[in-house]
């Protein structure tokens, strides 16, 4: 499969993922005790928006990675986390975070070792 193919066919996915999972935030936006942070992607349906497709992103990404990387990559997601975190209920930071996580995500994809 060409480098085009496989980007437009991890595109569709996404796509098509991205709208079975539009509905809700990627965590219980019911529960008793959630953070500022979480409460902000909760109530702003952009916000909401951009974590759904980060988070599938992120599966779509771990499912193509050889087992060692995927390590790597939740130690990132991890640190990520933690650095929204430090947005508490600020929308402006929430988006900046995650337009960086999906930019840093969107690099993952291009270093993959995929082959010829």
Do not use: H
Not at 77 to 96: F, N, P, V, Y
Request: include cysteine; glycine fraction near 6%; proline fraction near 2%.
């Amino acid at each position: 499969m060409t480098k085009k193919a496989m980007t437009m066919a991890f595109g569709i996915a996404i796509l098509i993922l991205g709208w079975e999972a539009a509905k809700a935030a990627s965590f219980d936006c019911d529960a008793k005790e959630l953070k500022p942070d979480e409460k902000a992607i909760c109530d702003n349906r952009a916000l909401n928006d951009a974590d759904v497709r980060m988070v599938t992103t992120f599966e779509l990404l771990s499912g193509l990675m050889a087992m060692g990387s995927r390590g790597t990559l939740q130690d990132e997601q991890t640190t990520w986390l933690k650095k929204r975190q430090e947005c508490g209920a600020d929308a402006a930071c929430i988006k900046a975070a995650y337009d960086e996580r999906m930019k840093q995500l969107g690099e993952t994809y291009k270093n993959i070792n995929r082959p010829l």
